[in-house]
């Protein structure tokens, strides 16, 4: 290779880093989720590059992004969220609290499990519950609707708000993530 050939590629390089430092001090430390299958990471990439920016307070910048499709028998649900990073910090966290309480039931994650796949009488919901009394069966109903996530359409017959079906199950599969070890998604941490 000639000397001007090498000097040419040499400053192309050195222009490709400089950029690279650019944009690390533009938007600071980024948390990554490895994904092998990229397209996850894709979209990571393009959050953290509009996010970041856009969403940037007193030293705090990015932002939490979900979204899921799902679809039990007819039944088709598709949700999209996005929260700023400074917003999420600021807001009233304990606020959070009774929505995690009462997901922190194991019967009442049953009686979701069991209304993902459809509306369902109050006997199919005390069949779920096996042997607990109908004052516990609405106990659980009434604090289940009390924080949205159960309507009754009908005297007896509840079912999952529309509207909750996606974050529910973003809540699950967040817990079931933080509860178990060495699972294959990894976050990286750049400074």
């Not at 499709?69 to 969220?81: D, I, L, V």
């Not at 309480?101 to 979701?112: N, T, Y």
Request: net charge positive; proline share 5%.
């Amino acid at each position: 290779m000639t000397g001007t050939r090498l000097e040419g590629r040499l400053a192309e390089l050195e222009k490709r880093l400089g950029a690279v430092e650019k944009r690390l001090a533009r938007d600071g430390p980024i948390r990554r989720a490895k994904d092998p299958g990229g397209p996850l990471l894709a979209a990571l990439d393009a959050l953290a590059g509009r996010a970041l920016p856009r969403f940037a307070r007193e030293g705090r910048s990015g932002a939490l992004a979900y979204a899921g499709a799902a679809r039990f028998g007819e039944a088709q649900y598709r949700w999209a969220r996005e929260h700023g990073l400074p917003d999420l910090m600021d807001a009233e966290w304990p606020n959070a609290s009774k929505v995690l309480e009462c997901l922190g039931s194991p019967s009442r994650l049953a009686l979701l499990k069991t209304l993902l796949g459809g509306p369902r009488d109050r006997q199919s919901l005390q069949d779920t519950l096996g042997d607990a009394s109908t004052g516990q069966l609405y106990h659980h109903l009434r604090d289940l609707q009390a924080v949205g996530l159960l309507v009754q359409k009908k005297r007896g017959e509840y079912q999952i708000a529309a509207e909750t079906v996606v974050p529910l199950l973003t809540i699950v599969a967040s817990a079931l993530d933080l509860g178990t070890r060495g699972n294959s998604s990894q976050t990286e941490v750049s400074r």
